[in-house]
T-cell receptor, first 115, second 114 residues
Framework: AQKVTQAQTEISVVEKEDVTLDCVYE???????LFWYKQPPSGELVFLIR??????QNEISGRYSWNFQKSTSSFNFTITASQVVDSAVYFC????????????FGTGTRLKVLA | DSGVTQTPKHLITATGQRVTLRCSPR?????VYWYQQSLDQGLQFLIQ???????AKGNILERFSAQQFPDLHSELNLSSLELGDSALYFC?????????????FGSGTRLTVV
């Protein structure tokens, strides 16, 4: 079965602190995709990153970085020097396309960045 | 403005009724995805269309249906509505049919069933 676990329900940090949001997934498939989305207080969803299972290269985009480790089935998201505008709910998702199609979201982590 | 347009923004209707939600994808995007976000179920993927054809199906109920028209806009039809269908419905669009593309989301339609 496929599963995505975001164990951190809510995290509060002070501005300029670094913060890591954890995402642990379960799947027996060798081919899958992992995503991160952001949902700011305004409510819209924003796509942040996609990674396929064959690409374990970490990625950095400005203050955002992602660490994909198949050995631990994790796809963690780090925000460096957090800002108040980073306050949002962040969702991790897994898509399995082989066999029965599955697209599973984690329950989200609410990040509060305090000024 | 993300380029993905969803209408209406808000909808209030009674149980048992039928509603249609509309999504116009970003210019040049051929895929449309529908998602539901509710307090009970969290975020769920419902269905994807690519260039008029159903491409992938998620947790879409039989009471729900969708289609994508030749001009690429998509409609999500929800029928025999129940209180539990109250949710925020998002659509997103992307250029291709696989998952190797970025996604752009609309601002959502908030459906309240009373």
């Amino acid at each position: 079965a496929q599963k995505v676990t975001q164990a951190q329900t809510e995290i509060s940090v002070v501005e300029k602190e670094d913060v890591t949001l954890d995402c642990v997934y379960e799947t027996r498939d060798t081919t899958y995709y992992l995503f991160w989305y952001k949902q700011p207080p305004s409510g819209e969803l924003v796509f942040l990153i996609r990674r396929n299972s064959f690409d374990e290269q970490n990625e950095i985009s400005g203050r955002y970085s992602w660490n994909f480790q198949k050995s631990t089935s994790s796809f963690n998201f780090t925000i460096t020097a957090s800002q108040v505008v980073d306050s949002a709910v962040y969702f991790c998702a897994l898509i399995k396309t082989s066999g029965t199609y599955k697209y599973i979201f984690g329950t989200g982590t609410r990040l509060k960045v305090l000024a | 403005d993300s380029g993905v347009t969803q209408t209406p923004k808000h909808l209030i209707t009674a149980t048992g009724q039928r509603v249609t939600l509309r999504c116009s994808p970003r210019s040049g995007d051929l895929s449309v995805y529908w998602y539901q976000q509710s307090l009970d179920q969290g975020l769920q993927f419902l269905i994807q269309y690519y260039n008029g054809e159903e491409r992938a199906k998620g947790n879409i109920l039989e009471r729900f249906s969708a289609q994508q028209f030749p001009d690429l806009h998509s409609e999500l039809n929800l029928s025999s509505l129940e209180l539990g269908d109250s949710a925020l419905y998002f659509c997103a669009s992307s250029e291709g049919q696989s998952f190797n593309y970025g996604y752009t989301f609309g601002s959502g339609t908030r459906l309240t069933v009373v």
